[in-house]
């Protein structure tokens, strides 16, 4: 609150204060097929991704703080590598509490993100729009702003945040080539499958690497309390295979088991 006046699943990372989500991939709808031509022409069966990842940082103000103010915030999206996402975001909203002034915040660049301070927890709607050659629909994300951490019965300190993130990729679907071309060589794209023998000409060069640095979060100032999923990624990765193995290993048992009414049909006979 502030001073007097979207489908994310998974398991959490919960270093000290800090929190993180991974979530299931964000299909990202499709734009209807026009001409046959490079701008609407799609490649079938490929696919491309952004991993990003969405959250709060909110610090208590100490001293400062008062009752309708006790914290300062900020809310944000960005690349899970801190590269520019306005390669593919063209603008961001953020819905906050209606108790704000001017509750809907739109920001047309990188990095996107807004500050505020306040004393409440809410959730933060966060929609993100899509350049032309992207994507003609919306994406609606969801996050809860947490201003106390949840497993500290200490004091609270000015130095040490309140982090909540998680965690997400944006997954196109049979993207048209000219997209696929812009932008399959930049650092904040990840191409998971790519049709076999499929031909397509050189890309260009890529967007923002020669120029001065726009929208990447490397150098942000809140940058050292960024989570790095690598690790959890790996974990969650583990856990997965062992899980497959479980339910390997429980299908066997059912295997075994499938014999054994026949056979306390025999004992029973006897």
């Known amino acids: 609150m502030p001073p007097t006046s979207p489908k994310k699943h ?159 990729e944006i997954v196109f679907s049979e993207p048209t080539e000219a997209f696929f071309l812009r932008v399959q060589n930049h650092p904040a794209a990840f191409v998971p499958r790519l049709p076999a023998g499929l031909n397509l000409p050189l890309p260009g060069p890529i967007e923002h690497v020669n120029e001065k640095k726009r929208g990447d979060t490397k150098d942000h100032p809140l940058s050292q309390w960024f989570m790095n999923f690598s690790e959890a990624d790996e974990l969650l990765k583990l856990a997965a295979a062992r899980q497959q193995a479980h339910i390997v290993k429980l299908r066997r048992q059912l295997s075994m088991i499938d014999g054994l009414p026949q056979q306390s049909k025999t004992a029973s006979g006897q």
């Open 10 to 168: 998974g398991g959490e990372q919960q270093p000290d204060t800090n929190s993180g989500q991974k979530s299931q991939r964000s299909k990202a709808a499709r734009v209807s097929d026009d001409a046959a031509d490079k701008k609407t022409r799609r490649l079938k069966d490929a696919e491309i991704s952004f991993p990003i990842v969405y959250g709060t940082i909110s610090f208590w103000l100490g001293k400062k703080a008062s009752e309708f103010n006790s914290h300062k915030w900020t809310v944000y999206v960005r690349s899970a590598t801190n590269e520019d996402l306005s390669v593919i975001i063209k603008r961001a909203v953020f819905q906050l509490h209606p108790s704000f002034n001017n509750p809907t915040r739109v920001v047309e660049s990188a990095p996107f993100e807004l500050s505020e301070s306040g004393w409440g927890e809410f959730e933060i709607a966060i929609t993100l729009f899509f350049h032309n050659d992207v994507c003609d629909k919306q994406l609606d994300l969801y996050h809860q702003l947490k201003l106390y951490p949840e497993d500290d019965n200490g004091p609270q300190s000015t130095k040490k945040p309140v982090v909540v993130e998680t965690y997400d």
